[in-house]
């Protein structure tokens, strides 16, 4: 038989995970695989860019959802488990299948795919596919994309050492047009620890003027509060400056943020979210995997 869609894998991945041990997602392509009864021919199907087959990209997707919706959990890189909100969905005699409009039960996965929320969703019977023309199709399903990249962006960061995220943040800077070059940024950002200062940037080659910066590798769970911020700008007063940045992979509370917003300071707030969008737009840490380009008609080309 052909490769089942990805939608078509949600139940069956989920129920492997039933028994609560760990899983690794190579073991689950062939669980799957066998499952499913696929030949080596079906399993060895690309996608039409050759880069990856059909099982590991649909099965791939399949996980990212249920992840998402909280289904299961990832308990280090690639290996899954399933979460007692998951135990339940199996558990339930009358639920044979998974699907996308099912998983809209759930927030975090309407978060996530950025669409409409759980009421919305309820209040309709018509799928997402058939209600979007194939433009909005591309667009929401890039978003997803991104917003799956970003997620294993912020993973990759929480498990590399500080001095990494020194070096993440010195390239993004740069990269952007501030801290004149590599090695000025990087010198100055390399002298933490001065009075909750974590370096001293250019916002211009010349170094017409200078940003402060405070950069914290925090779980991205947690919340930067407005004592946090607070103790930035006394810090900053200190230096008797008037601007700058703090770079946190975490959050920031909405009170955090009306405060930075207050004061006379100009005080730019990045948190993990808006760091990822910032590395995504400058390919810091990112690159190309695959190109689309899509085409208009050139009227002026058939004007006689």
Partial sequence: MAVPRYQDFMYPFLKQLEDG?????????????????????????????????????????????????????????????????????????????????????????????NNTSTTDRKNTEVSIDEEQTPLELIDNNYNVLKNELQDLILYKISHCSPAFFERLIVDLIVTMGYGGSVNDAGKAIGKTGDEGIDGIIKEDVLGLDMIYLQAKRWKVESTVSRPDIQGFVGSLVGKKASKGIFITTAKFSKEARSYAESIDKRVILIDGKELTDLMFKYNVGVSDEEVYTIKKIDLDFFEE
């Fill in 21 to 113: 041990e760990e899983y690794r997602l190579q073991d689950l392509y062939v669980l799957l695989a066998d499952y499913f009864n696929l030949t080596e021919e079906d399993t060895a199907e690309k996608l039409p860019s050759g880069k990856q087959t059909l099982l590991v990209n649909r099965i791939g997707w399949a996980r990212t959802y249920l992840n998402k919706a909280g289904l299961i959990m990832v308990v280090r890189r690639a290996v899954f488990k399933i979460t007692e909100e998951g135990l339940k969905v199996v558990k339930d005699p009358s639920l044979t299948r998974i699907d996308r409009m099912y998983l809209t039960k759930y927030e975090n996965f309407n978060e996530f795919i």
